[in-house]
């Protein structure tokens, strides 16, 4: 190696513009050339410290172990919105639902009322109900009434 051209690495160095590979090589070749700066590249040879063996390895593991915690963040905060809208539809389109229902079930009824003919002693009132004048109750409730004719 020239002279020449460590003295231009050593000053490169000293005005921090080399590379790695060029400070690798004035540090290994620091013992075959005079230099001010020999002693220095000396102490840092001997102290240069490796990495220890599996670091990369380790430094991976790491950076994915990172990303599956906030990839399990997402989805959760994902699954917990989806929880939260399938809630809220339940209870905003049931009560819809639930009238719905219920108006076809008045349909069905009065359907199958009109069906059958009017016992005898019966007669309309206003709403379009009959009443019983000379019948006996069997069953009522909010949705059906029956009664028995009596003769």
């Known amino acids: 190696m020239s002279r020449e051209k460590f003295e231009t690495l ?9 590379s790695l590979s060029e400070e690798q090589f004035l540090c290994d070749n620091a013992q075959s050339v005079e230099s001010p700066l ?10 240069r410290s490796r990495a220890s063996f599996g670091l990369r390895e380790d430094i991976w593991q790491t950076i994915q172990e990172k990303r599956s915690k906030k990839r399990r963040m997402v989805v959760g905060v994902f699954a917990a919105a989806a929880s939260i809208l399938l809630l809220l539809g339940i209870f905003v389109f049931h009560p819809i639902q639930q009238e719905v229902r219920q108006n076809r079930k008045e349909q069905l009824l009065t359907e199958a009322l009109n069906m059958f003919e009017a016992p005898k002693g019966t007669a309309s009132d206003e709403s379009g109900r009959e009443t019983a004048k000379e ?6 409730d909010e949705m059906i009434i029956i009664y028995t004719a009596s003769e």
């Not at 020999?38 to 102290?47: D, E, G, H, I, S």
């Not at 019948?135 to 009522?140: G, N, S, T, V």
């Open 10 to 18: 050593s000053e490169k160095y000293v005005a921090g513009d080399t």
């Open 38 to 47: 020999k002693p220095w590249l000396q102490f840092v040879n001997q102290n």
């Open 135 to 140: 019948a006996a109750l069997i069953y009522e």
